[in-house]
């Protein structure tokens, strides 16, 4: 199995990234939260990996942290979830907002992923919520600890800009890189600055 690669990044198109290692071209999968990390192409960058071999594929997933990585893995543990579902989860949410979904049992926000209902969301808490808490242990505590008011105006920005018509995934990838010391009313008007692609 492979556990991490380390060399060049030679591309990068979401889902997709290249690495050169010691000239051999590795392509992997990636969830959006690790191309936010990725470095620019032709620098170095170390990933840490998750291998699936089929009888038709050998399957690489790229995870700028060994944390991403091992939520992976236990999202595709869940019955229904598989890799696909699994990187919309992580291209969502980071893994403290996944871990603060979980201690939250917080259905509602586990359905902004694309692709997720309520019974699969539902079904997430169900199948991890102990788990994580014990893999994770205080991490998933703090997370739930410190889910007050920076991450509620993220919330609350991200449903009102979901209202708007913006795909969830959208709005909640362009809110999560901005400062989280800004109310709601300036995470909606500097997020619409961006998805409407106009830079005040």
């Given at each position: 199995m492979i556990a991490w690669l380390s060399g060049v990044l030679l591309e990068?198109?979401?889902p997709s990234l290249l690495i050169n290692v010691s000239g051999v071209g590795y392509e992997l999968?990636?969830?959006?939260?690790?191309?936010?990390?990725?470095?620019?192409e032709g620098e170095s960058v170390t990933v840490f990996v998750h291998m699936v071999v089929r009888?038709?594929?050998?399957?690489?997933?790229?995870?700028?942290?060994?944390?991403?990585?091992?939520l992976f893995r236990n999202l595709i543990r869940v019955n229904g979830?598989?890799?696909?579902?699994?990187l919309a989860v992580l291209s969502t949410?980071?893994?403290q907002e996944l871990l603060q979904c979980m201690a939250n049992e917080d259905v509602a926000q586990l359905c902004k992923v694309p692709g997720i209902g309520k019974k699969t969301a539902?079904?997430?808490?169900?199948?991890?919520?102990?788990?994580?808490e014990k893999e994770f242990g205080d991490v998933a505590l703090e997370a739930a600890a410190q889910s007050g008011g920076a991450n509620s105006a993220r919330n609350d920005a991200i449903e009102?800009?979901?209202?708007l018509g913006?795909?969830?995934?959208?709005a909640s990838r362009v809110v999560r890189g901005l400062p989280q010391d800004l109310s709601s009313e300036d995470l909606i008007r500097q997020a619409l600055r961006t998805l409407s692609g106009n830079v005040l």
């Amino acid at each position: 199995m492979i556990a991490w690669l380390s060399g060049v990044l030679l591309e990068k198109q979401a889902p997709s990234l290249l690495i050169n290692v010691s000239g051999v071209g590795y392509e992997l999968e990636a969830p959006m939260t690790t191309f936010y990390d990725l470095p620019a192409e032709g620098e170095s960058v170390t990933v840490f990996v998750h291998m699936v071999v089929r009888e038709d594929a050998q399957l690489l997933y790229g995870f700028s942290s060994k944390q991403q990585r091992d939520l992976f893995r236990n999202l595709i543990r869940v019955n229904g979830v598989g890799p696909k579902v699994a990187l919309a989860v992580l291209s969502t949410l980071s893994p403290q907002e996944l871990l603060q979904c979980m201690a939250n049992e917080d259905v509602a926000q586990l359905c902004k992923v694309p692709g997720i209902g309520k019974k699969t969301a539902a079904l997430l808490v169900v199948a991890m919520k102990d788990r994580l808490e014990k893999e994770f242990g205080d991490v998933a505590l703090e997370a739930a600890a410190q889910s007050g008011g920076a991450n509620s105006a993220r919330n609350d920005a991200i449903e009102a800009l979901a209202s708007l018509g913006y795909r969830p995934a959208d709005a909640s990838r362009v809110v999560r890189g901005l400062p989280q010391d800004l109310s709601s009313e300036d995470l909606i008007r500097q997020a619409l600055r961006t998805l409407s692609g106009n830079v005040l």
